[in-house]
């Protein structure tokens, strides 16, 4: 089945600076690539996602890559703010027929320092 | 919409006991996911049906774990009998499968603490 890697676990900047988290993935017929924030108490929510016939998306100071020959995608955060300060979590689903199933990463604890 | 409603949102309960787990999608949706949480193992798929049809189980621990779908808008999650291990936080999303595209909307969780 998927396996789905995510790096790093932790990650500490200050406020202002950039932030990316990196995921890779196994099975090459995966094709839907999203991204969760978690806060304290909280279920995830969906922040953001990708295809796979896209290489790169955006959304204000979010982006996301995806590089499929390489079989990795990043999340890329920039000018961070404490608000941001949550656990991240990389997904990847082949979608289609039966396959909606999510397999996820093992999270990103992102601290953003005032 | 309320968005994913799941009960109770904490439960504590003895080695040996029967726990119930209670979801409620989101109007519409025609999928429907159950999640263990935990700090080792992270977001684990338990089980996922489409239509109130179980597609995949394959990530139930074992028998003493099963989840029905007796229609669209409400699911159960069963341990029986519960054990220690079993403690985690338990979640329920719900989303509309079409294509490629599944954004999977999370309810608040359950945590489940078992003594």
């Known amino acids: 089945g998927e396996n789905v890697e995510q790096h790093p676990s932790t990650l500490s900047v200050q406020e202002g600076d950039s932030a990316v988290i990196k995921c890779t993935y196994s099975?090459?017929?995966?094709?839907?690539f999203p991204w969760y924030k978690q806060e304290l108490g909280k279920g995830p929510q969906l922040i953001i996602d990708?295809?796979?016939?896209?290489g790169e998306k955006k959304d204000q100071r979010i982006a996301v890559t995806l590089n499929k020959t390489a079989k990795h995608f990043s999340l890329h955060i920039t000018e961070t703010q404490p608000e941001d300060s949550a656990v991240y979590f990389c997904?990847?689903?082949?979608?289609?027929?039966?396959?909606?199933?999510?397999?996820f990463g093992k999270g990103t604890l992102l601290t953003v320092n005032p | 919409d309320a968005g994913v409603i799941q009960s109770p949102r904490h439960e504590v309960t003895e080695m040996g006991q029967e726990v119930t787990l209670r979801c409620k999608p989101i109007?519409?949706?025609?999928?429907l996911f159950w999640y263990r949480q935990t700090m080792m193992r992270g977001l684990e798929l338990l089980i996922y049906?489409?239509?109130?049809?179980?597609?995949?189980d394959s990530g139930m621990p074992e028998d003493r774990f099963s989840a029905k779908m007796p229609n669209a808008s409400f699911s159960t999650l069963k341990i029986q009998p519960s054990e220690p291990r079993d403690s985690a936080v338990y979640f329920c999303?719900?989303?509309?499968?079409?294509?490629?595209?599944?954004?999977?909307?999370f309810g608040p969780g359950t945590r489940l603490t078992v003594l």
């Open positions: 999303a719900s989303s509309v499968t079409s294509g490629t595209y599944n954004e999977q909307f």
């Open positions: 099975d090459s017929a995966s094709n839907y």
């Open positions: 990708i295809r796979s016939n896209v």
């Open positions: 997904a990847a689903s082949k979608g289609g027929g039966s396959n909606y199933k999510l397999t």
């Open positions: 109007s519409g949706h025609n999928s």
């Open positions: 049906f489409n239509n109130n049809v179980p597609i995949d």
